[in-house]
């Protein structure tokens, strides 16, 4: 089969690798439709610190059962994800079903072989989310995004009425704020700077968006909604760390979506005192998020299209991923076919 095999930072290639073989808790999937992530690029790039070279990257999927164990729900030609997180198992947390807050957390496609930029890959029945058979594939491709918007808006605690801004309308951001609004906030504020996206933002129904180069984003907050309940940062730079903090009421919530670009920064500690404010961290997802998110995108109440920029073929892998870099202001999310 063909894939893009990492073996170090830069250096990866399309290239003829063996097919994988299934064990006997394996299910075999033709990948029909992966997207490429912003943390796909960190990694081919070298900016990820938990990669373990070679492998094949990629998590972000829709395939197509092959072959299966038999009576454990699934039969060839069903429509499937998967679940790329791994756990030892044994401690609490993933017993739990909280793998990402495991010692010996991993990630496919990042530390654990696996990755979906090739033409079939297999995965543990365990891990395996079988999709309803009328989701397309490129729907299918962003069920795993939309599952970091629904976990990120349950760490949040949105409710209904709540009224939410979200800073960054990239495609986790564009995520979270129908995620946001499908859990009952009442007024939802998109700050991005990129013309591009705010057009998507506007075509995906949302009437406060705010280009933050251009307006004082705490005047065009204060002016139009006054007080802020939650906040979601998906950008993670010093300035959106104070804006967050500086326009949340007392008692309001602050989630970091985007958490490894504010290490080292510093925290503002005065307001987070003064106003008695949570600041929690949304990393990824459990396992029980990615029904949600299905059903959600399935209600129409999260919508994926006007989000995808492009499909290629993995042939031109490169290509995606320098539009993905070079052309922000164009691109927001690219997805292949690895199997055409």
């Not at 699934?74 to 793998?99: I, M, N």
């Not at 990824?284 to 990615?290: A, Q």
């Amino acid at each position: 089969m063909k894939g893009i095999y990492l073996t170090g930072p830069n250096n990866f290639s399309l290239q003829e690798l063996n097919d994988p073989v299934p064990g006997k808790n394996d299910v075999l999937i033709k990948v029909r439709m992966a997207g490429i992530c912003g943390s796909d690029v960190h990694l081919l790039r070298g900016r990820n610190p938990f990669a373990a070279y070679p492998l094949v990257p990629g998590h972000e999927y829709l395939g197509e059962v092959l072959q299966a164990p038999k009576g454990r729900g699934l039969r060839k030609g069903d429509k499937v994800t998967v679940f790329p997180e791994v756990g030892c198992g044994k401690c609490p947390a993933c017993k739990e079903g909280r793998l990402v807050h495991c010692p010996e957390f991993k990630f496919v496609g990042v530390r654990v072989p696996g990755g979906c930029f090739c033409e079939k890959v297999v995965a543990p029945c365990e891990r395996v989310v079988k999709l309803p058979k009328t989701m397309k594939d490129e729907e299918g491709a962003m069920v795993e995004p939309t599952a970091v918007a629904v976990h990120a808006v349950q760490r949040g605690g949105v409710k209904k009425g709540d009224k939410v801004v979200v800073i960054g309308g990239g495609t986790i951001g564009l995520l979270t704020a129908q995620a946001a609004r499908a859990f009952g906030a009442s007024r939802v504020v998109v700050s991005e700077p990129i013309a591009e996206r705010r057009k998507i933002a506007q075509a995906l129904g949302f009437k406060l968006i705010c280009n933050p180069l251009d307006h004082d984003l705490l005047a065009y907050i204060k002016d139009e909604i006054r007080h802020v309940d939650v906040v979601f940062d998906v950008v993670g730079i010093k300035k959106t760390l104070e804006d967050s903090q500086a326009m949340l009421r007392p008692d309001g919530t602050l989630v970091l979506i985007a958490l490894p670009h504010i290490e080292g920064l510093g925290v503002p500690y005065q307001p987070i005192f003064a106003k008695e404010l949570r600041v929690i961290g949304s990393r990824t997802y459990f396992l029980k998020d990615f029904p949600l998110a299905i059903r959600l995108m399935q209600a129409k109440k999260i919508r994926v299209k006007p989000i995808i920029s492009e499909i290629l073929p993995l042939a031109r892998f490169q290509e995606g991923l320098d539009h993905l870099e070079r052309e922000p202001e164009k691109y927001v999310k690219v997805l292949v076919r690895p199997s055409e």
